[in-house]
């Protein structure tokens, strides 16, 4: 606000002041001013004064101003000082002399204009300037015409006092100049107007320059004036030409100048780098040394191990953690090479590195290697190795950083064997099998004279003692099962445990299919031989199925697919064989899998039913109850016999269903029969039970529910297992069988004489009879051996007060004789067949006695 009433009061001249010449103080402005409206006035008089002259005079200054101008062009610069001398002046002086002040004047203010146009963009400088010169020209070339008009009108104008008078003149009008150009930006800075010792320094040569070019002017116009015009036509030029010249004179005097001050500058600063060069080296030095006892401190105190070793692998320097690490001495170490300290596997892998060393673009390595220790172990060492020139040696070596990862690598080497190895019996697990067999899959496709063969091998029932004797018991047995597999193989076989109780072998250069079947024969023989699990002695054996690299495999997957099925065709054939895969085996795999999901469905779907066979006194001729046998009744195969079905359903864990169907429904319908014919209250009904439902903890409670649920008395319910089961699961089944008779059932040997069974163990087990198996009956007359084994099983069970059951009774002959033996009870064919329930419901109404 207040900024702008100051402005409005100054005025608009103060502000087109302030536009253009804002650093402009007061007295420099009065300066300028005074200077310009002198000037101006000094130059209207002077062309008012040449207005009147003739044309010649207006040429003469207009050439005069002209050749000023181009002087101008040709500087001639002081060399070691920014002065320079422009040799103007003497056409200015000359023309002073010829045609008067007015004309000088008016050439000078256009010389000066011209010239500070050249080198100022401001006009404040481009107007002071010829008017700085207008008023000194008029005052210096009005003075010298009024000296040199006294002096003629005294006679007194001669050559040396025009001479003498113009070089005053001219030293005068350089004052003048040099103190009016020089004087505005003194007095912008605030400084004295009049300052003698600048105007002192500006003058020295440049005023005695203005002089010479004086006395030029004065000799040209002393000879105008003696020999007119035309004498300046000659000199001029000469005049011109010599300026010119002395213009690149002074130029390459300059250049000269200038060359030899680099030269100078160069030998100093080469000097002074020699110096500073000399300097450095020292420093340089003095680095080294200490970088040099850095190293070798660094070396011998470091935690790592370092060598320095020659291309050959020479050992030259050792530090003591390198020593440390191999468990050697330095004199012991200094004396080696390193490729007699890597065991003999990692130095190809060394030599390679190190030979890689020789090439010029080696730029070192790093690898681990196994090294061998004093004590006699290996060490796992983690390498690096460079490049390595030790000051003051002439010859570059390596230089050698090794750590002990020993550790790390057994981690590793663990880790690897833990993903490809099984832990249980250690050997290779199925991940490791199908990548070796995927390798042997690769090169029969490219090389069809590589063949191989691949065996399945799954153990009969393995589940059986898995389940009756535990699992520390059943892991044992695969341990063994494993090592004996292991010791009949070539050392260039695969064997791997796939899972459970599957196993698989990969015979690679299997040249002949014999060598391989041969080999399964050895096998299946070594797993027959019966294994000791602590006390007791278990008989396995194992099936197996055999497939070729013939049949032209593309995967492994598919190899493993195929040796399996034929593996389950073995076990279809009867257990503990081999059989050999060929592609009619896939649809009887297929068939087999499609049955099993059809009985899952079966036992759901109640297709399942229950046959009866009915059991009698043989002396008295009287029916004393019946036997339970499953039934499927399929609806595409019609009524399936149980030995279709049971082993399916007991690899696949559906025996406990059927178990608990078969026992419901045999309880249920005695029952129904007790109550519907209260004479038959005495029947009793057999259960065949199965090995898994032994050993299932569960089993016992099964029993009871069915008996409670149905109502039946225990007394009436009698459980069959076969002598092998009750044999070979005697541990486990010892307390389940003591809990089946406190709950009060009958049990039952069935298919006794078939077995091993100790006489002593049978004695002390909680049997209430014995079934002889039908083998025995079937052959009863077919000579004395078998009448003796029936008699002694008869006997036998006299002695240990057994009841004896004979089944499979096929004729009067087989009855009579079993009756006249002394065996009491049986079952057979010639006395009935298994039944249906209902059948058994009209024979219970028509009558039981045998005929
Ligand atoms: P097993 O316990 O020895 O049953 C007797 C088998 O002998 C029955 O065969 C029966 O039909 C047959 N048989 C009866 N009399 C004669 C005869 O005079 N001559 C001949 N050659 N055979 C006769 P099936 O019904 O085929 O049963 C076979 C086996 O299946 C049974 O043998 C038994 O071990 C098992 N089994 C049957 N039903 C069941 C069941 O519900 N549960 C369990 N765990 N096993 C069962
Ligand atoms: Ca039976
Ligand atoms: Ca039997």
Same mark, same amino acid.
């Given at each position: ?19 253009? !010449? ?42 005069? !101003? ?15 000082? &920014? ?111 009049? +300052? ?19 006395? !030029? ?33 002074? @130029?390459? +005097? ?8 680099? #030269? ?41 191990? !370092? ?15 390198? /020593? ?42 790093? /690898? ?34 090794? +750590? #002990? ?66 699992? #520390? ?37 299997? =040249? ?9 024969? @050895? ?8 294994? +000791? ?86 002396? &008295? ?29 007991? =690899? ?118 014995? &079934? ?22 008869? =006997? ?26 002394? /065996? ?28």
């Amino acid at each position: 606000m207040s900024t702008t009433k100051r402005s409005d009061a100054i005025g608009p001249l103060a502000r087109l002041h302030h536009a253009l !010449m804002p650093d402009y103080n007061p007295r420099a402005t009065a300066f300028w001013w005074s200077a310009i409206v002198g000037g101006a006035a000094v130059l209207a008089v002077a062309l008012a004064a040449l207005s009147g002259q003739a044309w010649t005079a207006w040429l003469q200054t207009a050439a005069a !101003m002209l050749l000023a101008l181009l002087a101008g062009l040709f500087p001639m610069r002081v060399p070691r000082s &920014k002065n320079s001398f422009v040799a103007g002046e003497i056409f200015i002086f000359l023309l002073l002399l010829v045609q008067g002040p007015a004309a000088a004047t008016v050439a000078a203010a256009g010389e000066a204009f011209v010239a500070s146009c050249r080198t100022s963009k401001r006009w404040t400088s481009r107007l002071v300037s010829p008017a700085i010169a207008s008023i000194s020209m008029t005052v210096a070339g009005t003075g010298l015409s009024w000296v040199l008009a006294s002096l003629q009108a005294v006679g007194r104008d001669d050559a040396a006092t025009l001479l003498a008078c113009a070089m005053a003149f001219s030293a005068l009008y350089f004052l003048l100049t040099a103190l009016g150009v020089s004087g505005v930006p003194r007095l912008k800075r605030g400084e004295p107007f009049f +300052q003698i010792a600048s105007l002192l320094s500006v003058f020295r040569w440049v005023g005695i320059a203005f002089a010479g070019s004086a006395s !030029m002017a004065s000799l040209l116009f002393v000879a105008y004036r003696q020999s007119g015009a035309s004498v300046l036509m000659v000199m001029l030029p000469l005049v011109g030409m010599l300026l010119v010249t002395l213009h690149f004179y002074f @130029r390459q +005097q300059e250049a000269a100048e200038s060359a030899r001050d680099v #030269n100078a500058e160069m030998v100093a600063r080469e000097a002074a780098m020699s110096a500073r060069a000399t300097a450095v080296a020292e420093q340089h030095l003095r680095e080294l040394q200490a970088s040099e006892q850095r190293f070798h401190a660094a070396f011998t105190h470091a935690s790592i191990g !370092m060598a320095l070793m020659a291309f050959d692998g020479r050992l030259l320097q050792v530090n003591p953690a390198m /020593c440390a690490l191999l468990g050697a001495d330095p004199q012991a170490l200094l004396a080696s090479r390193i490729q007699a300290l890597v065991v003999e596997d990692d130095q190809p892998l060394l030599s390679t590195q190190l030979g890689l060393a020789a090439e010029d673009d080696f730029e070192g390595f790093h /690898c681990e290697l196994r090294c061998h220790h004093r004590d006699g172990s290996v060490v796992w060492l983690d390498v690096h190795c460079g490049f390595f020139t030790e000051p003051g040696a002439s010859l570059p070596c390596l230089i050698l950083q090794a +750590q #002990n990862v020993t550790a790390r690598r057994a981690a590793e080497d663990g880790l690897q064997h833990l993903a490809f190895h099984d832990s249980l019996t250690g050997l290779a697990n199925r991940r490791r099998f199908l990548e070796c067999l995927t390798g042997a899959v690769e090169r029969a496709r490219v090389e069809h004279a590589h063949t191989y063969s691949v065996m399945f091998l799954d153990f009969d029932r393995f589940k059986l003692v898995n389940d009756s004797l535990g699992h #520390n018991a059943g892991d044992e047995l695969l341990i063994q099962m494993a090592r004996r597999i292991q010791e009949n193989l070539r050392p260039g076989d695969i064997v791997a445990r796939l899972g459970g109780d599957e196993f698989a072998v990969l015979i690679e250069r299997a =040249e002949r299919e014999r060598d391989t079947i041969v080999l399964a024969e @050895r096998l299946m023989e070594a797993l027959k031989r019966p294994f +000791q699990l602590g006390a007791i002695e278990i008989v396995a054996s194992a099936s197996i199925g055999i497939t070729f690299s013939a049949f032209g495999y593309e995967s492994a997957e598919e190899v493993l697919r195929d040796a399996d099925t034929a593996m389950y065709r073995a076990k279809a054939q009867g257990r503990a064989g081999y059989a050999l895969f060929d592609t009619a085996l896939h649809t009887a795999v297929s068939d087999r899998l499609r049955l099993e999901g059809e009985l899952r469905q079966a036992i759901d779907h109640r297709q399942l039913t229950v046959a009866y066979q009915p059991l009698f006194d043989l002396v &008295k001729g009287r029916l004393i109850g019946f036997e339970a046998l499953v039934r499927w009744n399929h609806p595409v195969h019609g009524m399936l016999d149980p030995m279709a079905f049971l082993p399916m359903a007991e =690899e696949t864990g559906l025996m406990l269903q059927l178990s608990d169907f078969v026992l419901h429904c045999a309880c249920q319908q005695l029952r129904q029969w007790q109550i519907s014919s209260p004479a038959h209250g005495a029947l009793t009904m057999s259960v065949n039970v199965s090995a898994n439902d032994l050993s299932n903890p569960a089993f016992v409670a099964q029993v009871g529910r069915a008996l409670v649920e149905a109502h039946l008395s225990p007394a009436h319910l009698t459980l069959e297992l076969t002598e092998n089961i009750l044999m070979s699961s005697i541990v486990g089944a010892r307390d389940t069988l003591d809990r089946l008779r406190d709950l009060g059932v009958q049990l039952a040997v069935d298919d006794f004489g078939t077995g091993y069974s100790s006489l002593s163990q049978l004695a002390r087990l909680p049997i209430n009879s014995l &079934k002889i198996d039908r083998s025995f009956i079937g052959q009863l007359r077919s000579g004395p051996n078998e009448m003796a084994v029936v008699q002694a099983i008869i =006997e036998l069970g006299r002695t240990l007060q057994k009841t004896v059951v004979a089944e499979g009774i096929e004729s009067a002959d087989q009855m009579s004789m079993l009756r006249d033996m002394g /065996c009491v009870q049986g079952q057979g064919f010639h006395l009935a067949t298994p039944m249906t329930a209902q059948a058994v419901g009209d024979l219970l109404r028509d009558g039981t006695h045998l005929h």
